[in-house]
């Protein structure tokens, strides 16, 4: 999880695979992960809660499409601020956290502090957005960028 630090855990073998065919497609019965990586059902399961209690794997959870949701418009925020006290970071990421439209926010090294992922209905929407955002946390720049297209999207990691 974003900004926690967590031991190395070994993974063999059998554990990428498990990780490949669960990335893949997770709602899938144990009987078929387990015949698609060549064992049987208990080992792969022992494996998979030791996973999930190391921390590699989070709960199952569904992938939405956002344009089946109306959510066809994706700005990425990039911020820039003068503040960088512990106070305004608590209150900037409190603010990121209670709003859901906040897809993925990223603290940056260079020129620009922060990169959010935006998904919201339209640009009303953005601005409805982007004001609640002010008004709660002083910046110094914001530029919001239209994705006019998304090439590419995975959730899968290389494993």
Avoid at 62 to 79: K, R, S, Y
Avoid at 113 to 130: E, S
Wanted: proline share 4%; net charge negative; with cysteine.
């Amino acid at each position: 999880m974003a900004g926690e630090t967590q031991t190395e855990v070994r993974l063999d073998a059998l554990d990428r695979k498990i990780l490949r065919e669960m990335q893949r497609d997770a709602s899938r019965s144990l009987e078929e992960i387990a015949r698609e990586v060549g064992s049987s059902k208990t080992p792969v399961w022992n494996r998979i809660r030791k996973m999930r209690e190391a921390g590699v794997m989070g709960p199952p959870v569904a992938v939405v499409d956002p344009d089946a949701l109306g959510l066809e418009a994706c700005f990425f925020v990039l911020i820039r601020t003068s503040e960088h006290e512990a106070e305004w970071q608590r209150r900037f990421l409190a603010a990121l956290k209670a709003r859901p439209e906040v897809q993925e926010a990223h603290r940056l090294a260079g020129d620009i502090d922060y990169i959010l992922k935006v998904r919201v209905a339209n640009a009303r929407a953005y601005d409805v957005f982007y004001q609640a955002l002010i008004s709660e946390v002083r910046v110094f720049n914001v530029t919001a960028l239209l994705s006019m297209e998304e090439l590419k999207s995975e959730t899968a990691l290389p494993v």
